[in-house]
């Protein structure tokens, strides 16, 4: 029986990009063993997932290189025969180089690659069209596995996540993002908010350090009762079941984009200050992607966003909230 670690330790939306992996490796070795890294915070994600044989948490805000070398050891001692490293940093380039794998497979822009089995190449050019993040981080499994089927990120909410759903017709809103640059502004989001009929409630998600802005959001409006702020009462696959059900999910480019992506919800983009173009958009036929028109000069100003405009205007997010809205 084939073993695989895929470790995945950065944020959100990096793990259920990862995601297709386990589905290709599952599908070409469906009787082999998957084990997956991921960082504290985020095992919620892989919580059950019917693939999965063992979760290792790493906890990066205590005793990190303690830890580190814990998981030397165990996956030393548990003789994986692939390795398989999303990340192109430091840490998880040593854990990858001495984890003891037969083959230890990952991205050449890790400073550790010059050990790894195989390393490929991790590209995002613009100037050549769009691939998508799923399909570089699918170039990892070409040594191992011949398959062409393009498997998409999945997330598997339990029957439970799925019952907590509303019974009304209803949209949910994500309206906040880590960088500055990436985040539509509050103020537009209630723009976008006063447009939607009375009829459809509105949820909004997030975490729990989203809920003060999402409730600022939400005191804007003038009568808010069909307009509920659930940022940190909902756990990741909760907040997926929602999205799958929704009449449609508005987001910023942030995770909440690839969670929809993950349970094939219809989303609406925003991308203020980031392209789509960087490999980052929706991937469900039911999507669009909103942005200022015309495109300042400007744009994109850079991969991961800021916690500012480099420029002082943020025109990125000069965006018409009825464009936003679409028809639902």
């Known amino acids: 029986m084939a073993k695989f670690l895929i470790i995945q330790t950065a944020f959100i939306g990096d793990v259920i990009l990862a995601t297709p992996l386990i589905e290709r ?9 998957i084990d997956f890294l991921l960082r504290k915070g985020n095992e919620g994600l892989l919580q059950d997932h019917p693939f999965l044989n063992r979760l290792y948490i790493w906890d990066k805000k205590k005793g990190k290189y303690a830890n580190l070398l814990s998981f030397v050891k165990i996956f030393r001692k548990e003789k994986y025969d692939h390795v398989i490293n999303l990340q192109r940093f430091f840490s998880t380039g040593l854990l990858t180089v001495f984890s003891g794998a037969k083959h230890r497979i990952g991205f050449t822009k890790n400073p550790w690659s010059f050990l790894f089995s195989t390393g490929y190449c991790h590209v995002i050019d613009t100037s050549k069209g769009q691939t998508h993040e799923i399909d570089r981080n699918l170039l990892l499994l070409s040594g191992i596995t011949n398959s062409q089927e393009r498997h998409m990120p999945r997330l598997y909410p339990s029957a439970t996540d799925l019952a907590c759903v509303p019974n009304q017709p209803y949209i949910t809103m994500s309206p906040t993002s880590v960088w500055y640059t990436k985040q539509y502004p509050p103020e537009r989001w209630a723009e976008v908010i006063k447009l939607v009929p009375s009829t459809i409630s509105i949820y909004l998600l997030g975490g729990k350090s989203d809920f003060e802005a999402c409730e600022n959001i939400r005191n804007a409006i003038t009568d808010p009762e069909n307009i509920f702020n659930m940022a940190g009462k909902l756990t990741f696959l909760q907040s997926a079941a929602y ?15 690839h969670m929809a992506s993950s349970m094939e919800a219809p989303v609406t983009a925003i991308f203020c200050s980031t392209t789509p173009k960087f490999g980052f958009g929706p991937l469900h036929s039911n999507s669009r992607v909103v942005e200022s028109s015309p495109l300042p000069k400007c744009k994109p100003c850079g991969l991961h966003g800021y916690k500012a405009c480099p420029e002082n205007h943020f025109k990125c997010a000069e965006i018409d909230p009825a464009m936003v809205l679409g028809n639902i």
Do not use: E, R
């Open 25 to 33: 490796l599952h599908t070409d070795f469906p009787q082999a063993q």
């Open 243 to 257: 999205m799958k059900s929704a009449q449609m999910n508005y987001v910023n480019d942030s995770a909440p984009l």
